[in-house]
């Protein structure tokens, strides 16, 4: 396991940031104050468990920056920090492959630091295709790409870069150049954008200096942004990074919008918007349970409103287990709704069944209490209009449930066995 950071540093002041930075995003730090101590601690290491390393370009056995030549000798992704906030140390630094460059200035440098720290990480899953690009700008994009951990492919095909994308559902930035052999660059942008929005999918087209035009003309093909050639290194990965952060935040901020907050499953709104469409083609055939904790004021009332989280979370966890080909929902309070696809009347019956005899089996354990708790369920199995009147059947179902007595199932499989039969003698 990647979880390891070479720290070569002989400041105790930065070298405490460093190792506290390193600690905070969940790796262990290796510490080393010289070169010579370094080697010792890597020959005696598994160079594999290593994410990175952060190193002083001036330590007191290598004042030139050779520790850096030493890691990335050693095959890991080297980070530099430095007092030297001058250029021609930044262009020494820069012309070795190193990941990136960080001047010890401010707090917000070793924030960024941080921040690097945990892209690296998560870097490993993410692909970027470098496409249409001229062989040696293919070359050099790849193994700046592969410093930072990203998955790279390359393509020199408009075809191959359709295929890539779609096989390779991490793939998250697409460099496109000019150079496609079958297709026009501004064409792959445009048809690229047909399947994957703009905060699915980052594209990021190169144009020369000299054709600075060009920019234009892609980003209203639909590229996210642009790269003149010649880039320096720095400006290209922060692109990079730049894009690929948008894309998770608006991720991160759908994932909230559409799931419940405490139990993490999908909430009634998405449920709704996912569902409608398909619940109401003919053809589809499906089964809808709602649910309902019993009682579960007085779970709340005798163990406190944290315990009763607790069980709702606990709950969650069942419902995903056991309904892994479903699709779940929290409509609210202690009351879920489970969508079965493709299902006979009766196998709905008998899991939703199975599942109120497993809960109320199974006490959830809180702490040293075990709460007993059961669950009563309406089950509809024949389809209504659409999925809000299948909904509400469902509900009255589960209001019999409740009402003869708790801890069962209602369902309206009489009705859907009378209608099987209907249908089998006009057959
Ligand atoms: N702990 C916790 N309690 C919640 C949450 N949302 C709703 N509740 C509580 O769930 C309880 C629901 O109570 P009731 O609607 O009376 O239903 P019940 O006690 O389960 O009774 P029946 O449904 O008739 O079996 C209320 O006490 C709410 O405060 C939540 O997110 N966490």
Redesign the pocket.
């Known amino acids: 396991m990647q979880n390891k950071v070479l720290i070569i540093e002989d400041s105790r002041t930065a070298l405490n940031i460093v190792v506290r930075l390193v600690e905070q995003a969940g790796l262990v730090a290796v510490v080393s104050r010289t070169l010579t101590e370094a080697r010792h601690v890597f020959i005696h290491s598994t160079p594999e468990d290593f994410l990175c390393a952060i190193v002083d370009y001036n330590l007191p056995d290598s004042p030139n920056g050779e520790a850096i030549d030493f890691c990335i000798q050693s095959i890991l992704p080297t980070i530099v920090v430095t007092g030297r906030l001058d250029s021609e140390t930044r262009e020494d630094v820069l012309r070795r492959e190193v990941v990136d460059y960080i001047p010890k200035e401010n707090a917000q440098t070793y924030d960024y630091l941080a921040r690097l720290l945990k892209r690296l990480e998560h870097n490993k899953q993410i692909g970027v295709v470098v496409a249409g690009q001229d062989r040696s700008t293919a070359i050099k994009m790849s193994s700046l790409l592969r410093r930072h951990n990203f998955i790279t492919h390359e393509a020199s095909k408009a075809e191959d870069t359709y295929k890539l994308v779609r096989d390779n559902p991490e793939i998250r930035v697409v460099i496109t150049g000019r150079h496609f052999s079958d297709e026009k660059s501004t064409s792959v942008i445009s048809n690229l954008r047909v399947d994957y929005p703009k905060e699915r999918l980052a594209i990021i087209s190169v144009s020369e200096q000299e054709a600075q035009l060009n920019s234009a003309r892609f980003i209203k093909s639909g590229a996210n942004d642009f790269l003149l050639t010649p880039f320096c290194h720095e400006e290209f990965l922060c692109r990079i990074t730049q894009n690929i952060e948008l894309i998770e935040h608006v991720e991160a901020l759908t994932s909230m919008a559409n799931s419940d907050f ?1 139990t993490g499953l999908f909430n009634r709104r998405y449920f709704l918007n996912k569902l409608s469409a398909m619940a109401a083609r003919r053809s589809e055939r499906y089964s809808l349970a709602v649910l ?10 005798s163990y406190g ?5 607790i ?2 979370v606990h709950t969650a966890a069942v419902l995903r287990q056991h309904f892994a080909d479903a699709v779940i929902a929290r409509f ?3 009351e879920f709704c489970i969508f079965m696809p493709d299902i006979s009347a009766e196998q709905a019956l008998s899991r939703i069944e199975a599942l109120r005899a497993l809960v109320c089996q199974q006490p959830v354990k809180v702490g040293d209490e075990k709460i007993s708790v059961s669950i ?1 369920a309406g089950l509809l199995t024949t389809k209504a209009s659409s999925l809000v009147n299948s909904i509400s059947r469902a509900d009255k179902l589960l209001y019999q449930a ?1 009402h003869a007595g ?1 801890n069962r199932v209602v369902s309206d499989i009489a009705f859907s066995r009378a209608l099987d039969r209907a249908i089998q003698k006009t057959a």
């Open positions: 405490l309902d904790l019993d009682n579960f004021k007085q779970v709340n009332d409103h944290d315990a009763g989280d069980v709702l609210g309070g202690e009563s409740k708790r």
